[in-house]
C-alpha cells in the first residue's frame, strides 16, 4: 500500500469513509487533504455509528496517527466537539494531528457563506453553510488566519482586527447585517488554542518521515472529482481540490512519493446542492435510490439528487486523477430494479460525447444516452465473495470496467466493514 490516495470519484457522498476506514486497518497515517466540515463520513464499527466531518477516519484504530493537513480548513469550535465526542465513547482521539498552515474558519466566514447564499436566490451555490468558500477566499486572498497564528495572541489580533475591517463593511454594507466584534471572536478562538496545541505540528513532515521510514499512508479526500474548483462542475463547486493533484499540494508532499490513486464511485450516482446533473432520475426510480440508499447528506441532512451510474463522468474521473482502482459501493441498492441504465454517453446540442463536455452550456444540455443491463433483483448484502454474486452483478461491475478502463478492486453490499468483497486480480 505505502502511499494511497482514496478520493471520491463522482460528486462525494461515495462512501469514501467507510472505504479509508477499511484500509485504515493496515496504515499508519491517515491524512485528510483538503476541505473542512462541509465533509461527513459515518462509519459503522459492530453496528455502532459514528460520524465524523473533519477527523479522519482511521482515527478508530489504534495504531493509526489520523492527520489534518495544510490544505485543509478548520472550524476549531467544530473540530474541538469531535474530539470531546469520540473521547466520550471509548475511543483515543489523543494521537490526532493537526498541521500549523491549515486555516480556521472564522465566524464571519460562517456568516459570509449563509448571507451570500441568500443573495444568490435563485442561482445559489447549495453549500453546506459551514463557511468554507469565504475561508479559502481569505486563504487565497492572502488575509486567512491559520491554525499558528492561535499561538501568538498579537499576531492574532492585528489579523483579525486588520481583516475585520473589511468583513464588517461588507456584512453591514452590502449584506445588511450586524458588524462583528474582533475582541468577542478572539476571546473564543484563543480559548481554543491551549485545548488544540497539543494536536499541532508540522504534518508535511510527520507524512514525509512516514513514508521515509517504508509506512503505509493513506491519503484522505473530502466531497469529489466533480466537485473539485478546477476540474468539477464549476461555479457548482467546492472551494478546493479534492482530486489528486490535491492530495499532494494539501498534504506537502510530492507526485513521485504516491503509489496508488482509488476513486470510490456508488454503483449509481448522486450530488447535493445546485448544478447539472445528466443523469438525475426524478421519478420513483430516483426515490427508491434515496429510500434504500438512505441518500441523505451527514452533514446537512439535504436529501440528496439520485440517477443512474455516469459513466462519461466516470472516465473523466480515471482521467483527471490518474485513477489506479476503483472502490464500487452500494451495489446492494442496486438489488431493488430489474433493469439497470448506465450512461455511456452524452448527447447535447444535437451532438454525442464521449468525453465529459468542458463547456458549462454543452453541459447543461446534457441528456444521456443509455445502455442498458439486466438487474438481478435478489438480497446481495449476505454475500462476502465477488464470485458469489449474481452472475447480472458480475456483468454490471465488468461492463464498468471496460468502458472505464480501470479495475475495480472492491465492491461493498453494506454498510458493514464485512459487507466489502474484495476481488483477487
Ligand atoms: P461548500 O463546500 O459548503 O462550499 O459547498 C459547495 C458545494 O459542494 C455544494 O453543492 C455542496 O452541496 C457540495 N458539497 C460540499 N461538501 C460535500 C460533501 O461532503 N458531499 C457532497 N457534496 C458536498
Known amino acids: 500500500m505505502p502511499a494511497t490516495i482514496i478520493l471520491g470519484a463522482q460528486w462525494g457522498d461515495e462512501g469514501k469513509g467507510k472505504v479509508t476506514d477499511v484500509f485504515a486497518e493496515h496504515a499508519q497515517l491517515v491524512v485528510r487533504y483538503q476541505g473542512g466540515n462541509n465533509a461527513g463520513h459515518t462509519i459503522v464499527v459492530d453496528g455502532e455509528r459514528f460520524a465524523l466531518s473533519l477527523i479522519p477516519s482511521g482515527v478508530m484504530y489504534p495504531q493509526c496517527t489520523p492527520v489534518i493537513a495544510s490544505g485543509c480548513v478548520i472550524d476549531p469550535r467544530v473540530l474541538l466537539d469531535e474530539i470531546e465526542m469520540l473521547d466520550d465513547r471509548g475511543v483515543d482521539p489523543r494521537r490526532l494531528r493537526i498541521s500549523s498552515n491549515a486555516h480556521l474558519i472564522m465566524p464571519y466566514h460562517r456568516k459570509l457563506d449563509a448571507v451570500m447564499e441568500r443573495y444568490l436566490g435563485r442561482h445559489k451555490i447549495g453549500t453546506t453553510k459551514k463557511g468554507i468558500g469565504p475561508a479559502y477566499t481569505d486563504k487565497f486572498a492572502r488575509q486567512g488566519i491559520r491554525v499558528q497564528d492561535l499561538f501568538d495572541r498579537k499576531i492574532f489580533h492585528d489579523k483579525l482586527e486588520a481583516t475585520l475591517v473589511e468583513k464588517n463593511k461588507l456584512l453591514t454594507r452590502v449584506y445588511n447585517q450586524l458588524p462583528m466584534n474582533a475582541s468577542e471572536i478572539a476571546d473564543e478562538y484563543l480559548e ?187 438480497d446481495i448484502t449476505g454475500v462476502r465473495h465477488f464470485r458469489d454474486l449474481p452472475k447480472e452483478a458480475q456483468r454490471y461491475i465488468e461492463f464498468i470496467e471496460d468502458e472505464v478502463r480501470v479495475p475495480i478492486g472492491w465492491v461493498s453490499v453494506g454498510p458493514e466493514r464485512r459487507q466489502v468483497l474484495t476481488r483477487s486480480p
Not at 462542475?233 to 478546493?240: D, L
Not at 510530492?254 to 449509481?268: E, L
Not at 450516482?269 to 429510500?291: A, H, K, Q, W, Y
Not at 430489474?338 to 447543461?364: C, D, I, K, M, N
Open 192 to 378: 481554543y488554542a491551549d485545548r488544540l496545541l497539543p494536536y499541532v505540528t508540522d504534518t508535511s513532515l510527520l507524512i514525509w518521515e512516514s513514508l521515509r521510514d517504508g509506512r503505509d499512508v493513506l491519503f484522505e479526500g473530502a466531497q469529489g472529482t466533480l466537485l473539485d474548483i478546477d476540474h468539477g462542475t464549476y461555479p457548482f463547486v467546492t472551494s478546493s481540490n479534492p482530486t489528486a493533484g490535491g492530495a499532494l499540494t494539501g498534504a506537502g508532499i510530492g507526485p513521485r512519493a504516491i503509489d496508488r490513486i482509488v476513486g470510490v464511485a456508488k454503483a449509481y450516482i448522486s450530488r447535493v446542492g445546485t448544478g447539472p446533473f445528466p443523469t438525475e432520475l426524478s421519478d420513483e426510480i430516483g426515490e427508491t435510490m434515496v429510500s434504500v440508499g438512505g441518500e441523505y447528506g451527514t452533514v446537512t441532512g439535504r436529501r440528496r439528487r439520485c440517477g443512474w451510474l455516469d459513466l462519461v463522468a466516470l472516465r473523466y474521473s480515471a482521467r483527471v486523477n490518474s485513477l489506479t482502482d476503483l472502490f464500487l459501493t452500494k451495489l446492494d441498492v442496486l438489488s431493488e430494479f430489474e433493469t439497470l441504465r448506465v450512461a455511456v454517453a452524452y448527447s447535447s446540442l444535437g451532438e454525442r460525447y464521449t468525453e465529459f463536455p468542458r463547456q458549462q452550456r454543452v453541459l447543461y444540455n446534457c441528456s444521456p444516452i443509455y445502455e442498458e443491463l439486466p438487474g438481478w433483483t435478489s
